[in-house]
């Protein structure tokens, strides 16, 4: 069975976790998010940390417009359920800073990009308390705990896991990978440029 590593990992999250306790299809899902963000924005346009967003859409009645900006949100957003869930949880808890863990370091978000924290934060309140930690970041989170804490492997998991054709991983892939490695036998096929052909050497 072929997968991409995103689809992967949300069926490995649901097989760890539990079928009740991970939906299906995630309420952060980016075609989903899109939708959200639509019907969201409009309703916040008026306020002070939504001026970029404002300005970018001037007074176009046209929808297209608006559709636009919410697929580059979602996609946006998206992206740093995966890569930036640092950010996601400083935002979620009210702190507007991008956090740089090689530096260590902690920097206010530019008035800018204030509208980032603040859109996350509405999008949290608008899925409710019940669906609010099923975004990718928090839902890695719990299946780390979980997957820990396991002395067997859950039947749904596969017996062998090989990746490959995958030229980079983001941390959070490699960090479920580890974890999934204590039940399962997982095989990184990695492609290494050599100017020799390797039989001869």
């Known amino acids: 069975e072929v997968q991409l590593p995103g689809r992967f990992l949300w069926t490995a999250y649901r097989a760890v976790l539990g079928r009740d306790a991970v939906a299906a299809t995630s309420p952060f899902d980016k075609s989903r998010l899109a939708w959200r963000l639509l019907r969201l924005t409009p309703q916040h346009l008026h306020e002070e940390d939504f001026a970029p967003l404002r300005d970018f859409l001037g007074d176009d009645p046209d929808w297209r417009k608006r559709h636009q900006l919410a697929l580059r949100v979602a996609d946006l957003f998206d992206q740093y359920q995966v890569y930036r869930a ?13 956090r740089d863990e090689l530096r260590g370091s902690r920097s ?49 998991l596969p017996r062998r896991i090989v990746v490959f054709g995958i030229s980079s991983l983001p941390q959070q892939t490699l960090e479920a990978l580890t974890a999934l490695a204590r039940f399962s036998q997982v095989l990184l096929v990695v492609a290494k440029q050599c100017l020799h052909y390797w039989a001869d050497i």
């Open 86 to 98: 640092d950010w996601l949880d400083d935002w979620e808890h009210g702190h507007d800073v991008l």
């Open 108 to 156: 206010p978000i530019g008035d800018e990009q204030r509208w980032q924290p603040r859109l996350w934060r509405l999008l949290l309140d608008d899925v409710g308390v019940e669906q609010r930690d099923q975004h990718r970041a928090g839902v890695h989170r719990t299946f780390l705990a979980r997957a820990a804490s396991l002395s067997e492997r859950p039947p749904a």
